[in-house]
């Protein structure tokens, strides 16, 4: 018997993918979201470019579309708050994240980076720093996390990396296709 409250279901899709490697910062995604078995949309852009304060920082987010948008309004507070200091604003953010009654509710989980530092960000209160260059969350996070590990030392900048890490994630992944947006920063400050 299938259930008519969307809460009962289960919200499934998307990868994001942030490679950081050689001056060069890339975060992308796949456009699919899913309810329960069903494909709603294969179009979503679920990567953003914020310029808070005139810094440019890059967003990929992965779970509840409306949460995250939720969480990106906060972001940019605390870009206001902390100018310049991501990692200070992505910390009070996961503290306000994992401790306001209404925020603690947010399913959701995202990547930022400003080209210097690349984060995951969720709302158990972590903010990690990934090893080796390369951040993914999302259903098919670690397939495009192991994809791109393994052609990371390649001849390829970070915008290739993604694209290739997406698509092999695509293959696998049944919440994940093949529409895949891109942003990339060119150079660290």
């Not at 993604?162 to 660290?188: G, R």
Request: positive net charge; charged residues 25%; glycine residues 10%.
């Amino acid at each position: 018997m299938m259930k008519n409250n969307s809460k009962d279901q289960d919200w499934h899709g998307t990868t994001i993918i942030g490679v950081l490697k050689n001056g060069s910062v890339t975060v992308a995604g796949d456009g699919q979201v899913t309810l329960g078995q069903t494909v709603i949309k294969g179009t979503a852009k679920k990567v953003q470019r914020l310029k808070p304060g005139g810094l440019e920082i890059l967003v990929g987010f992965a779970g509840s579309t409306a949460d995250a948008f939720s969480l990106l309004e906060r972001l940019e507070r605390k870009l206001e708050t902390f100018p310049g200091n991501l990692s200070r604003s992505a910390i009070e953010l996961a503290k306000d994240w994992r401790t306001d009654k209404y925020l603690r509710n947010l399913e959701a989980m995202l990547i930022v980076t400003d080209g210097k530092d690349l984060l995951i960000i969720s709302g158990s209160g972590d903010v990690l720093e990934p090893e080796g260059g390369i951040a993914s969350v999302g259903s098919g996070g670690n397939y495009a996390l192991a994809a791109a590990k393994a052609i990371y030392d390649n001849d390829l900048s970070s915008k290739e990396i993604c694209k290739k890490a997406l698509k092999i994630a695509a293959d696998i992944c049944v919440y994940t296709n093949h529409n895949i947006v891109s942003e990339t920063l060119s150079k660290i400050k």
